[in-house]
């Protein structure tokens, strides 16, 4: 049989074990066979992944790519270029646009917009607000792959329901069997904090984190938890960034509730000494804090408490981030790009292993948001989607580099070892040592069960 595409020398890593001598035979955007070297001698095209590693491919299960409303930030067509170029062969969509993707004729709408414009696989977040209720079940019947509830003030101002609301949503969720996320901060303590700060005459980065305590996110995480267990529907954690958030969660496992939750590399990183350091350029919600918090992430990470890394990417213009008042600073910057170096970089440094990380970034999000086993792993049947990383190469991020249409990046000029290669989202190379290959091709994927 001639295959479409076969990929050999290469090291295949799963979360459970990473093994050698395996070619890998593709065959109408799907993993045809897996067999020994030499196993599939004809093919269109041959990969040669000598000396690389063989990852599933990377889902990023929280960007924001601005469109419609917002394209002066970001649009669907760079946005899928920077993951592409950064090894991620899926996203997921957040609904904070213009309109609020939170109906199902808004919804629609959005997919017909977004799908002739993007170079990797997507899915879309729709947002639950109390004027949109009743849209639940028809949102799941037109392929929506999540929701999620802005418990917080958010870039776009996407109003939160009030608890009955929310409460409601939890009940109106769990009957489509999918999973509804929460951007945990209590509003009415950042709202009050805010604004004593701003009385007190507080410009200084500092303020940000001041005005989202720690107790704002724990407070909404532990009314969600209860919320949800209350309803029986299934809760995920944006953006983690709270030693108390992560004890709460893993209390919730323990308890058997079904409760995901997921950090990124910006509060794996860096702590609240940078932000006073950077400044804007740094400045997202919730906000970057203490190193105990950051330790107690990487914990949760390690004992499968949290259980996805994912990046929030949220590009600004440098007008909206290059600014001394940090109450004008917009909250966010361009992050689908970098992760996987990123990440790299600490598996290379011993923080995590590489088949850890590939259970972070590929299996659990697949799982998590019923996309698997057709993504998230190497197996007969899955869709060919592949991130193969050089681990030994070396580089720099340079933001000027990058993809996005905005690229202001707290990451820039950060030595990175560890790097993707070669990006393939169902057979189709659309990424080869750095450079874009290939037109627009990436598809919706609806989840599996609904």
């Not at 609904?95 to 959005?110: D, I, M, R, S």
């Not at 418990?151 to 509804?180: K, N, W, Y």
């Not at 860096?270 to 932000?275: A, E, V, Y």
């Not at 088949?355 to 996309?371: D, I, M, W």
Request: glycine content about 10%; hydrophobic content about 40%; charged content about 25%.
């Amino acid at each position: 049989m001639i295959f479409d595409l076969v990929i050999s020398n290469g090291k295949i890593v799963s979360p459970r074990k990473t093994r050698e001598g395996d070619d890998i035979a593709v065959e109408k955007g799907k993993i045809a066979a897996i067999g020994p070297r030499g196993s599939f001698p004809r093919a269109k095209e041959k990969l040669d992944a000598t000396g690389k590693y063989i990852l599933p491919g990377v889902i990023d299960a929280h960007v924001h790519f601005r469109e419609p409303g917002y394209e002066y930030k970001e649009d669907f067509k760079t946005g899928t270029l920077a993951a592409a170029a950064g090894g991620v062969t899926m996203v997921l969509d957040m609904p904070n646009n213009l309109p609020f993707c939170c109906t199902v004729e808004a919804f629609e709408k959005k997919l017909a917009l977004v799908s002739p414009k993007a170079h990797v696989d997507f899915g879309l977040v729709a947002a639950v607000t109390a004027e949109s209720l009743g849209e639940i079940p028809g949102l799941a019947r037109a392929g929506v792959n999540v929701y999620k509830i802005f418990m917080g003030a958010t870039v776009g101002g996407v109003p939160a329901p009030d608890d009955g609301g929310m409460l409601s949503a939890f009940h109106r969720v769990e009957e489509t069997g999918l999973r509804i996320g929460v951007h945990a901060e209590n509003t009415h303590i950042v709202d009050y904090f805010t604004g004593k700060l701003k009385a007190e005459g507080r410009t200084d980065p500092g303020a940000h984190a001041a005005s989202r305590p720690g107790v704002a996110e724990a407070e909404a995480i532990q009314r969600a938890i209860l919320f949800a267990r209350t309803a029986g529907c299934r809760l995920h954690i944006y953006h983690l960034s709270t030693r108390e958030g992560v004890r709460m969660v893993r209390a919730a496992k323990a308890e058997g509730q079904d409760v995901s939750a997921e950090t990124g590399p910006h509060y794996l990183i860096f702590d609240d000494s940078q932000m006073r350091q950077m400044g804007g350029i740094l400045k997202i919600n919730p906000p970057i804090r203490s190193r105990d918090d950051g330790a107690a992430l990487w914990e949760g990470l390690l004992d499968g408490t949290i259980e996805v890394i994912d990046t929030d990417h949220s590009p600004h213009s440098p007008q909206e981030k290059l600014q001394d008042d940090i109450w004008k600073v917009i909250p966010g910057f361009a992050g689908v790009e970098t992760q996987v170096p990123l990440m790299l970089t600490l598996v290379n440094e011993g923080k995590l292993s590489l088949n850890t990380y590939v259970k972070l970034v590929a299996e659990n999000p697949a799982r998590l948001f019923n996309l698997y086993p057709r993504k998230g792993t190497i197996q007969v049947g899955a869709d060919a989607d592949f991130t193969i990383v050089d681990l030994d190469r070396q580089g720099i991020i340079d933001q000027d580099r990058l993809h996005s249409k905005n690229v202001v990046t707290p990451f820039d000029g950060r030595q990175v070892k560890g790097m993707p290669v070669c990006t393939i989202v169902r057979g189709n190379i659309v990424m080869k040592n750095g450079e874009i290959a290939g037109k627009p091709m990436g598809l919706h994927i609806k989840p599996l069960r609904s």
